[in-house]
């Protein structure tokens, strides 16, 4: 059945916010925080000169992963718009996640020694 174009923008934003919400917050919150229970139940430890920053950054940069994101949108809805919606909330959660990745890598990793 057709969804009324009124309701498809109304979860349109939803979809977008969503999306965004899980790549860029969801994805690094978990991996940052299942890394620091298994650091601190001493199952795994940090690489040498790695600090919790540098896990930040790599934890941040899991959400430029789109590629499942998006072939999930496509088997999740069949609104045509609905799906276009939705990915832009992963591209743009992807561009950020790029972004702050980058800077957070640029800003706080330890200089090599030459």
């Known amino acids: 059945s057709e969804v009324p174009r009124a309701l498809v923008g109304f979860l349109a934003g939803r979809v977008i916010l969503g999306f965004f919400v899980v790549l860029f917050f969801g994805k690094p919150l978990c991996l940052l925080s299942m890394g620091w229970v298994l650091v601190r139940w001493g199952v795994g430890r940090l690489p040498a000169g790695t600090g919790w920053t540098q896990m930040l950054a790599i934890s941040i940069l899991?959400?430029?992963?789109?590629?499942?994101?998006?072939?999930?949108?496509?088997?999740?809805?069949?609104?045509?718009?609905?799906?276009?919606?939705?990915?832009?909330?992963?591209?743009?959660?992807?561009?950020?996640?790029?972004?702050?990745?980058?800077?957070?890598?640029?800003?706080?990793?330890?200089?090599?020694?030459?």
């Open 62 to 114: 899991s959400g430029l992963g789109f590629t499942m994101a998006v072939f999930i949108n496509e088997l999740a809805f069949d609104d045509v718009a609905v799906r276009e919606q939705a990915k832009l909330g992963i591209l743009f959660a992807s561009v950020l996640a790029a972004t702050l990745g980058a800077l957070l890598f640029r800003f706080f990793s330890r200089k090599a020694v030459a």
